[in-house]
């Protein structure tokens, strides 16, 4: 008996002597919760579920899709080439001068590069003189521009010649008047073929 006495004696001395959090046992899964000193059971702790987010799926939003590529816009229309070419002349005169051969050359190099087309050159004169000797001062003047288109490469069927005297001056004056701007052909460029000529 004095044995048996002395054996709980020691353990209730050896269990004061442990600090009260060496009391508490607790096993939350189990559900198991013990205190075997003088401290206070505390609340026992719930875990949160545990959850793997390697499993979760994210929905991330699309990214915003790019502006729609606006249609290239149609090329300009190609410049309209110059079609009418104004060559002068000395008073009394139907041969060529340098400024009427640059202007003759510029017309060929028009039609060659927009050809086929169909080429009329129309002399004028001033009102100096008879019409009749006017009308056929402004032929020739009309057959030395075509002479000079042809020696330029084109062809002699493709350019019509005409003369208008004095009645369709680009200055408007009175009889006898030496005006320099009405000593003049004129190269008309107009895309209708030699063929429709007629």
Same mark, same amino acid.
């Given at each position: 008996?004095?044995?048996?006495?002395?054996?709980?004696?020691?353990?209730?001395?050896?269990?004061?002597?442990?600090?009260?959090?060496?009391?508490?046992?607790?096993? !939350?899964?189990?559900?198991?919760?013990?205190?075997?000193?003088? &401290? +206070?059971? *505390?609340? $026992?702790?719930?875990?949160?579920?545990? =959850?793997?987010?390697?499993?979760?799926?994210?929905?991330? !939003?699309?990214?915003?899709?790019?502006?729609?590529?606006?249609? &290239? +816009?149609? *090329?300009? $229309?190609?410049?309209?080439?110059?079609? =009418?070419?104004?060559?002068?002349?000395?008073?009394?005169?139907?041969?060529?001068?340098?400024?009427?051969?640059?202007?003759? &050359?510029?017309?060929?190099?028009?039609?060659?590069?927009?050809?086929?087309?169909?080429?009329?050159?129309?002399?004028?004169?001033?009102?100096?003189?008879?019409?009749?000797?006017?009308?056929?001062?402004?032929?020739?003047?009309?057959?030395?521009?075509?002479?000079?288109?042809?020696?330029?490469?084109?062809?002699?069927?493709?350019?019509?010649?005409?003369?208008?005297?004095?009645?369709?001056?680009?200055?408007?004056?009175?009889?006898?008047?030496?005006?320099?701007?009405?000593?003049?052909?004129?190269?008309?460029?107009?895309?209708?073929?030699?063929?429709?000529?007629?």
């Amino acid at each position: 008996m004095k044995k048996t006495l002395l054996a709980v004696l020691l353990v209730s001395a050896a269990v004061m002597s442990m600090p009260a959090s060496a009391n508490y046992f607790s096993n !939350p899964s189990a559900g198991v919760s013990l205190n075997v000193g003088s &401290a +206070p059971n *505390p609340k $026992p702790f719930r875990y949160a579920p545990f =959850t793997d987010v390697r499993t979760q799926t994210e929905t991330i !939003p699309a990214p915003p899709a790019p502006p729609p590529i606006a249609a &290239a +816009p149609p *090329p300009p $229309p190609a410049p309209d080439y110059v079609k =009418t070419f104004m060559v002068f002349f000395d008073f009394d005169k139907s041969n060529l001068t340098p400024e009427a051969q640059q202007a003759v &050359a510029e017309a060929v190099r028009t039609a060659k590069d927009n050809g086929p087309v169909r080429i009329v050159v129309t002399g004028h004169t001033d009102t100096v003189g008879t019409f009749a000797y006017n009308q056929a001062l402004s032929e020739r003047r009309a057959m030395s521009v075509k002479n000079a288109m042809v020696a330029g490469g084109l062809e002699a069927s493709m350019i019509v010649t005409q003369g208008k005297s004095f009645s369709e001056p680009l200055v408007a004056t009175g009889p006898g008047i030496r005006e320099p701007q009405n000593r003049r052909a004129v190269i008309d460029l107009t895309n209708p073929p030699v063929a429709s000529l007629d």
